[in-house]
Nanobody, 126 residues
Framework: QVQLVESGGGLVQAGGSLRLSCAAS????????MGWFRQAPGKEREFVAA????????YYADSVLGRFTISRDNAKNTVYLQMNSLKPEDTAVYYC???????????????????WGQGTQVTVSS
């Protein structure tokens, strides 16, 4: 089992920044690829970013590329999502998730992830 707890959400004006954190406990954090997803009201959950267990590989949705940065600190069992130049359309509940990646894994697919946090609300005002 892996327990994930997100923090860092809040209300910010358009153009502002937030940093989300996801603290993991339980089984070895460094074994897992970590992802961030988001879900806006009335919409499907969508992929935002993912980072491999080593941190060497990073993946981003086109909508956040160049504005968001994913990182991890395996010594602290924490993954981060730095969000800059926020837009109202970034408003959503943000979830972190853990995946034991294989060569066949699709890191952008939510169904691949085994463990999920409870989510943190990000609201961007115009």
């Amino acid at each position: 089992q892996v327990q994930l707890v997100e923090s860092g959400g809040g209300l910010v004006q358009a153009g502002g920044s937030l940093r989300l954190s996801c603290a993991a406990s339980g089984r070895t954090f460094s074994m897992y690829t970590m992802g961030w997803f988001r879900q806006a009201p009335g919409k499907e959950r969508e992929f935002v970013a993912a980072i491999s267990w080593s941190g060497m590989s990073k993946y981003y949705a086109d909508s956040v590329l160049g504005r968001f940065t994913i990182s991890r600190d395996n010594a602290k069992n924490t993954v981060y999502l730095q969000m800059n130049s926020l837009k109202p359309e970034d408003t959503a509940v943000y979830y972190c998730a853990a995946l034991q990646e294989t060569s066949r894994s699709d890191v952008e697919a939510s169904y691949e992830y085994e463990y999920w946090g409870q989510g943190t609300q990000v609201t961007v005002s115009s």
